[in-house]
Each structure stands twice: as C-alpha cells, then as structure tokens.
C-alpha cells in the first residue's frame, strides 16, 4: 500500500499532467473504469495502474477491472485516497487510473477525410470534435501549432476513448502537412465570414475540414491553404462553438457520402479519388 | 457607492441566482458587456445596473455601456470589487451586471420548427442548443419538467444572447406541449438505438425535434410522443454530446429547408401546411 505522495512512482506518475513530461515519457493517464476500459479494448496495454481499494470497494466495474488488469499481469498498486487524489484529475474520482502508452495508430495511406484543428485551445470542444470526427467516419486527425494537446487529461476525458481508436498526430510545423495530407485532399475551413455554404460542397471527394479556435478562428497559415466555408445562419448568432460547427459539417460529409450525393451530382467516387 | 455586500439592493440581486427567486420576481441577472448589449438590442430595458468602477475602468466597452445606460436613465449603482463579486457567478468577472425582466417573447402562432429540451442537466449544453436553435431556424424552443433553468447563469451565458430573442417557455406539465405546438407538427426525439436515420426525415413539414439529458436520453412522457430518429455513427463511438447531436440535426433541417429538399421530394410546401 503507497502511503506518501512523494512515492517516486506515484511522482513520476503525477508528472503525467504536463504535456512535456507525457512527451519525454512517451506515456498518458487513463483515468477511470469506462477510459481504461477503452484502452484495453482497443488493444492498449497500460504499463502500471493506481487504485485506492477504499474507493474501488463496492463498485463492480472498478473491482472486475481489477481482477482483469491483474489477470493479465499488470502492476497495479494500492494506494490511499490521499495519494490517489494527487494523481486523479476529476472531481469525483473513481479510484482508478492507468499510466497508459501513448498511442501512435497508424495512419491511412489514403485518407477521404482529415480533420485539423487549428488553435482550438478548449479542450472540452477538442475531445468533443474527436468523438464527434470518430462518429462521422474521420479517418485522422491533425493538431496544428498553437492547439491544445489532444493527451491533455481534459480531452481524454471528453473524447470518452476515440484516443485509442482514430489515428492523432501533433503537428510540430506547418509544413509537416503536406507530408499527412495527399495532394488530392481539398482543403477547407469554417469561417463565419465565408460566402460558399458548407452543404454545397462535394463532401464525396477527398478532403480536409480545419476547424479553428474559439477567439479568433484559424490562424493564417491555414487560411492560406483553404477554401472558407461557413453554415449559414439565422437570427442574430455571431458564431458557433467550435465543436458544434465542426460536427455540423463533419455529419454533412458523412451524410452526403451515405446517400451518395449532395444534391449537385458531379460523378466522383470517393473510392478511385486517391488512387 | 455601495460599500457592503449586506445592502438590500445587492442581497435582492443576489437572490436571482436562485430558481423560485427569478420566478418570484420576474427577474435575472445579465452580467458583462455583451450580454447587456445583447439585451438592449433587443430592446429590453434592464431595471438597474450594477457595476463596480475600478474594475470597469480603462474597459472603452464597459465605460460606453455605462454611458449608454445612464443616458436611458437605468439607475446604475456603483459598488466595490468586493461588493460587486457577491453578485457575478463569472471567473474573470469584468465589473458590470444588470437586473432585467425575464424575457417572455411572443411564441409564433404557427410555429415550424421547434425544439424541446428534456431532462438535459448541463447548462453548457443547453445555452450552446440555445445558439445552435436560433441559427439553425427554430421559432420556439420548450424546456420539459426536469430541464435546466434557461434563466440559470450557466445558460444564459453560453446562449450569448438568445435568451432576448428566441422565445422560450418552461413547461410545468407535459400536458401543456398540445397547447404549444400545433397538431400538425411531427415529433421527433433523438436515440442513438433508433433505426430511422435523421436525414431521411422530410424536415420541411412543421416539426419539433427533443433532445433528451446526457444521462439518460430523452424521458417516457417524450418517447410516448415522438418517432425516435438517430444520426447513423461509425466507429465505437457510444453516443454524441446532448448539444452536438441536438445541432447536426437541426442544420439538417435548414439544410434541407434552404434546399428544399431532402433527397426524397415529397412536395410538401412548409409555407402552407399548417394552414
């Protein structure tokens, strides 16, 4: 049983909250019955687990979780609530967490649709622009410079388990994109200001949607690369919330290439586009 | 200058935080700049104004509003930071709060779209539905028994100034809802086991669409009434956030309103039909 918080190992897994820290270490926090069980069933084994057996006690999840990771020969050490409160970022935390590997999936060689965020620093709107990209058939992921990190405690917790099964990657330079995005990938972004609606566009071809930040929208690096797009509005709304309007248009892709169509027929299938 | 957060004015103001307290007295709080502009614009006169000068000072927004507000001749009361925080329920508070008379806007007499919020518990996903309502279309918008105050800070905070323009109503009974929407309308509630997928419903007839609670979807007085429909989801993705579900299909529905079509011509003109 781990009774101080100044353990090493329960340090080193503190350590954890920083983003440089998850880099060097190559390594992230899964807090939680319902994300470690994501991980494991995504095929992700943790390295090490903390429990507080106190607050574990009666829960079915949290003990059958136990016997399993246990099962399967993974270190999990007991702790006091005290000490596990050190790790946990939750306000009403479980008695769970997992030191877990980074994952690094592996990305399409031909992806039909990319999303990038783009100084989206929010990141209860990241993790939900992941769940929503996952949803809606995105096949990878991209952060540009200056946007939060997707391994950021926050948006683990809000992508509710889509880390460990769509493909991510940080980019450090902008000009890291064209090596993750084929040349055939037209490249779009949500601008309120922008004249072409969002449904007009040919959602079948391949393409890359940048969604970008809550102040000020997408930096102007990525304004150089794209076609603005924006979903017309009603009434006196000035915006949308970054996660809302990049699920909006992330579901008309998926709608458009379900039905085959988006209203103006043009013939291309999405299937030959990358070939 | 008010110097004690005991003052009557402020311990009034103060109580409009609570529920029974804004319904008692017809009144809630609109804190900052933008959401006392907001209100103005749309022609709400606030019954007085709080604000404390050091914190306003060097803000042109605040020092304007303030001009703009004792010039209509609204009492504005000065008080201290400390005085002045008793009444903002914001982090970064910017120094001015108004008193205003809850919103009550005429419901339209043939109402096309609405929406009926049903047991969601998250402000934050109910003020961004808010927003999402308003530019997507929808003339009113019901809160069910067991929904989250629209007048609850939260709310009215990320609705960012809906609340003076979309008219809302709480419903006490679920027996009011034939009274608030015509018989014509359609119902449909989001369920992400339904088999009906959201886009191949006709949204240009009169509709109103629920959007259950995080927890537990939509309750049985909503599901005895309502076709349930679901936005089809690849990859393991268990559901979406209240809000972005609630929003993909409401742009749907304008989508297909600005169309005119849902890839199904049923020839129903949404002008005529409710007669």
Redesign the interface.
Known sequence: MIISASNPRIREARQLSQKRRRVAAGRFLVEGVRLINDALSSGVRPHEVFYAPEMVAGHTSAVDLLACLEAAQIACWACTPNVFRTLSETVTPQGIVAVAPLPVLPLPSCPTLTLLLDQVREP?NAG?LL??A????VDQVLFAPETVDPFNDKVVRAG???HF??PLRIMAQWDELQSLIPEASAVYVADVRAAL?Y?AVDWRRPATLVIGGEAAGAGPEARALATPIA????????S??A??AG??IL??T??QR??G?N?HALGIDIGRACG
Chains 1, 2 share one sequence.
């Open positions: 209860g939900a769940r929503a996952e949803a809606a058939g509710m388990g889509v099964r769509l609606p449904d979903i017309p509005m009603q009434g006196a709304v000035e949308l919330n996660a809302i699920a909006v579901f008309e998926a709608r379900r039905q169509c209203g």
